[in-house]
């Protein structure tokens, strides 16, 4: 049994974390930088270690300083939350060699998911269907791909997601200038340089699909739709995705099982998928190997506590459900709150939070590690807060995001916020099934 859980990870998901450890009985100590020793997680967990500087390359990311905290602190179990080293086979590895349970994925499923064009072929070995495309060690493979393939294209980092290291190109002239920047992105963010190239697809949306494993049974959980986005940056997820045909979205869960079957998948992962509107065929994505910052609309219409999930699948346990005991009950939308300034291009806000007031109430949750006194520091993914509605329908629970949003006020940074309540008076969000192009545009639009 898992007893003392140290967390890896900062902000919202860190707090997430904690609050099921409190109520499972388990012990929370928090790994964090010399920014975060005063944050509301610091001031929640039942212990702190510090393991560096504000840097995450010098603290979040050092594998070598997670294990020494991990050791210090004697916890049975590292949870690693999402991005930074959530799906770092090495920290894997390492926690396994001292004897610390990881939770989440083994190391062979972190490095078969974590590699995009590993996970690309298992995909197709799986029979699933893959956007054309190849990966490129030069500029001159990369050329000569983009030239086969034709233009548009998105350049992707093979070691990661979440929009780093994904970059666009709309004509051959502008392949050598991205190409490096991809790579420069990607490097910097997981420490992996390489790149893959894959052909753009117009109008699509992106849906995911929750899948729970313990090694030899997995489930889904459903799907979210998270088509509203900028620069491949979530904004907006729902559960589930509205408008989508029956039979696609049955072949999207099948499709997702199978995926996790020819890995044997073990814990909380999500395989994600373009659906391409025109053609109505999708094509596989990636895996992500860890939780997802759009988790809690799958726990809104589900009632299950993915966290506790992950806990129960690492201490070895079984599933303790079926397939057909799994129900989905009504709407859930999340909406993500970041330090931004909109007007001067999303611009990152950091600072001293002098207000904040967030919504409650039936159908409401609120996932946040911030409040009035917290300081946003500079270093780190700008997310606040997400808030999250529920509703017996679609409508229901666009009605009662409207009144959320309505009440939520943060102070003293730039935030989002007003974005988010302009996208809710949108007849296209009204009418469900938006593509990963509709954000730009219905942006542009509000500032002309």
């Known amino acids: 049994m898992i007893r003392r859980i140290l967390i890896a990870n900062r902000g919202e998901i860190a707090l997430r974390v904690m609050k099921t450890c409190m109520r499972l009985g388990i012990e929370t100590v928090l790994a964090a930088s010399e920014a975060d020793l005063d944050s509301v997680p610091a001031r929640v967990a039942d212990r702190v270690i510090c393991i560096g500087p504000p840097q995450p390359g010098r603290s979040y990311l050092n594998v070598g300083a997670v294990i020494a905290a991990a050791e210090a602190a004697r916890v049975d179990a590292i949870h690693p939350g999402y991005g930074f080293l959530s799906e770092n086979a090495a920290l894997g590895h390492a926690a396994r060699n001292a004897g610390i349970v990881f939770i989440g994925a083994s190391e062979e499923q972190l490095k078969s998911a974590g590699d995009k064009w590993r996970a690309r072929e298992i995909a197709e070995q799986a029979g699933l269907p893959v956007v054309p495309g190849g990966q490129v060690e030069s500029p001159e493979d990369a050329l000569e791909l983009i030239r086969g393939i034709g233009c548009p ?150 009632g299950l506590d993915l966290v506790a999930e992950q806990i129960a699948v690492a201490e070895g346990r079984k599933l303790g459900f079926a397939q057909n005991d799994v129900g989905f009950d009504g709407h859930a939308i999340e909406f993500r709150i970041n330090a931004e300034d909109c007007a001067r291009n999303f611009r990152p806000s950091p600072g001293a939070v002098t207000r904040a007031d967030f919504p409650a109430g039936d159908g409401i949750r609120v996932d946040t590690h911030i409040e009035a006194g917290v300081t946003v520091p500079p270093f780190y993914d700008s997310l606040l807060a997400k808030i999250i509605v529920h509703g017996a329908t679609r409508d229901e629970a666009i009605a009662r995001a409207k009144a959320a949003l309505a009440i939520c006020r943060i102070d003293g940074i730039e935030t989002n916020l007003e974005m988010h309540r302009a996208i809710l008076e949108e007849p296209d969000f009204h009418k469900g099934g938006v593509t990963t192009g509709w954000f730009a545009p219905f942006w542009e639009r509000r500032h002309d």
């Open 153 to 302: 294209v998105l350049v992707k980092a093979v070691g990661g997601g979440g929009g780093r290291g994904m970059k666009p190109i709309e004509d051959v002239s502008q392949a050598e200038a991205m190409i490096a920047l991809a790579i420069s992105e990607a490097d910097a963010a997981f420490g992996d340089p390489r790149i893959y190239i894959e052909r753009f697809v117009a109008r699509g949306r992106h849906v995911e699909v929750q899948l729970l494993g313990d090694g030899e049974n997995i489930v889904h959980l459903g799907e979210r739709d998270c088509s509203i986005q900028r620069r491949y940056q979530k904004l907006v997820e729902e559960a589930t995705a509205p408008r989508l045909e029956a039979k696609l979205r049955s072949a999207l869960h099948d499709a997702a099982l199978a995926f996790g079957k020819a890995l044997a998948y073990r814990g909380l992962g999500t395989v994600e998928f373009l659906v391409d509107t025109e053609r109505h065929e999708f094509y596989f994505l990636e895996m992500n190997a860890r939780i997802q910052v759009e988790h809690p609309v799958t726990e809104m219409i589900t």
